[in-house]
Structure formats: structure tokens, C-alpha cells
């Protein structure tokens, strides 16, 4: 599967932005999706992830409450929307899947198998 992120951008502390991630080559619903990101000097950091049917959602604690992840399998995208921006989210968010057949919820970078490039996201005072 190739996954392509956009939505980034530009916005003040407060406001929101909701990131894209489509999904081609296989259908995002044989996937775990998840959403990561990396600020600079940063290591990458779990944000959300779900499966398939959206039956099961997890959250980084930092995301709890503002952001949401959803996910539309008929148009093979997973969305991120975030709400209530802080400066401290500023960084690249990149999607990611685990591979077919798993189904097993992760926060480690290192149990998805494919990754879309990174959107940049920047929040300004």
C-alpha cells in the first residue's frame, strides 16, 4: 500500500487543521492506520491509530481530547483532526499501516510497515 499524507500548514495556537491520508495500490480497510509525528531533534511519537472498521481508536495522551482519527475505507482515506493546536504540536505527521493480518493496536513506530511522507504542521503564537 502507498500512502499519501497532506493537510499541513500553517496556524495560530487554538485553531485546528485536519490532516489527510489516502490510501492506494490495497484498500486502507485491510489495514491498522495510525498517525505519528516528529518534531525536530525529535524521535518519532505516536499521535492515534484504529482499525479497519473503526471499532478501536487509541490515543498518545497528548492527543486525548483534541485530536480524532476517522477513517472513510469507501474513499480509502484516514483523516486526523485537530482541534485546540498548541504550540507543542508543531512538528511532520506522517500515516502509517501495519501490515495485512494484523490486528493488534500499536504506539510503536516500529510495528507499521508502511509510511506516507510527512505533512509539516506548524503552530504559531
Known amino acids: 500500500v502507498q500512502l499519501q499524507a497532506s493537510g499541513g500548514g500553517y496556524v495560530q495556537a487554538g485553531g485546528s487543521l485536519r490532516l489527510s491520508c489516502a490510501a492506494s495500490?490495497?484498500?486502507?480497510?485491510?489495514?491498522?492506520m495510525g498517525w505519528f509525528r516528529q518534531a525536530p531533534g525529535k524521535g518519532r511519537e505516536f499521535v492515534a491509530a484504529s482499525t479497519p472498521s473503526l471499532g478501536n481508536s487509541i490515543y498518545a495522551d497528548s492527543a486525548k481530547g483534541r485530536f480524532t482519527i476517522s477513517r472513510d475505507n469507501a474513499k480509502n482515506t484516514v483523516t486526523l483532526q485537530m482541534n485546540s493546536l498548541k504550540l507543542e504540536d508543531t512538528a511532520a505527521y506522517y500515516c502509517?499501516?501495519?501490515?495485512?493480518?494484523?490486528?493488534?493496536?500499536?504506539?510503536?513506530?516500529?510495528?507499521?510497515?508502511?509510511w506516507g511522507q510527512g505533512t509539516q504542521v506548524t503552530v504559531s503564537s
Open positions: 502509517a499501516a501495519r501490515a495485512v493480518g494484523i490486528t493488534v493496536l500499536s504506539r510503536a513506530a516500529s510495528q507499521y510497515k508502511y
Open positions: 495500490g490495497r484498500a486502507a480497510s485491510s489495514y491498522i
